[in-house]
């Protein structure tokens, strides 16, 4: 069996690989040594290379949630929706029923949000530096924006010599898998790569103590043409399986014609974006109990 069909298999039957490399799988004791792991620095390349001009994504997303959402009825259920980027901070993903937009999860330069017309129309916004695990789980989906393009493996990883470059490539306890470990936005990313590909196949978010927060797999990579760099042709991962193992949550977002355009600027301003939806109460998450303002001028620019 080859590396990539053992990783499917394995991704299929849901077993080992649903732990932290470090922890999970039973190692495979071939009678053959491993080859000698490649420099950090080739997968790293690779990844870059990968993403070289996406800097922006339009495409569509239809979504099933197993789970309960924090503030959301959206279970067990097929919705539609649009997916929107500009790196490195503004995201959106709008999701949709019956033409009628009923979740909206996005940020910009300095906040992030999450729109909850469902029931009771509630608006969730916080600042990026004041965001805390605690206050993300309080606004209705505990994946913050900047969080899943990280998930998707979307972005660049600092090329050696740079400040926060990976120093060191490891194998996975199951020995099908290498990984390298990264700083992300309040939490170490690790990335797992199929040696023959070099995709990721599996990214987690970890806490200082190496527990996993958040989990996704990652497969079946889409290319586009870049609308930034001439020639440039970056892949996205079209199936995207995102885990939060604290809740007991799998979020499963499918990404269809991905393409380069560069999105409205309305996506990602939350002032025009509180006035278009029928927004009956905001809370402002970095108050203690909450609040009913909208964020001045000063702190969206």
Known sequence: MTVSALLVACLIAGLGCQSSPKESGTPIHSAKPLPPLPPVASVVDAQNKRVRGLDTLWARVSLRVDGRL??????????????????????????NKLGNTYFYLGSNDE????????????????????????????????????????????TPVPAPGQPGSPDKLHWSTDRTLQWYDVAA?????????????????????????????????????QSFLSRTVPGAKPSVPSRCIIKVPRQDLTITINVNDPDGKKPKPIAFDFIKLNDAYPVTKLIDLDKPEGGDTVPTDGEEK
């Open 70 to 95: 924090a503030n959301a009825t959206l279970n067990k259920e097929e919705a539609e929706g649009y997916l929107q980027v500009v790196l490195p901070n503004k995201v959106a993903v709008s999701i």
């Open 111 to 154: 906040l992030y949000w999450w729109f909850d017309l469902s029931g009771d129309k509630r608006a969730y916004f916080g600042r990026h530096a004041l965001a805390t695990p605690e206050t993300v789980d309080r606004f209705g989906i505990p994946v913050h924006p900047l969080d899943l393009i990280e998930l998707m493996a979307i």
């Open 185 to 221: 936005r309040g939490a170490t990313k690790r990335v797992l790569v199929d040696p023959e590909s070099l995709q990721p196949v599996m990214v987690e978010l970890l806490d200082k103590s190496e527990k996993v927060i958040v989990r996704s797999e990652l497969s079946r990579y």
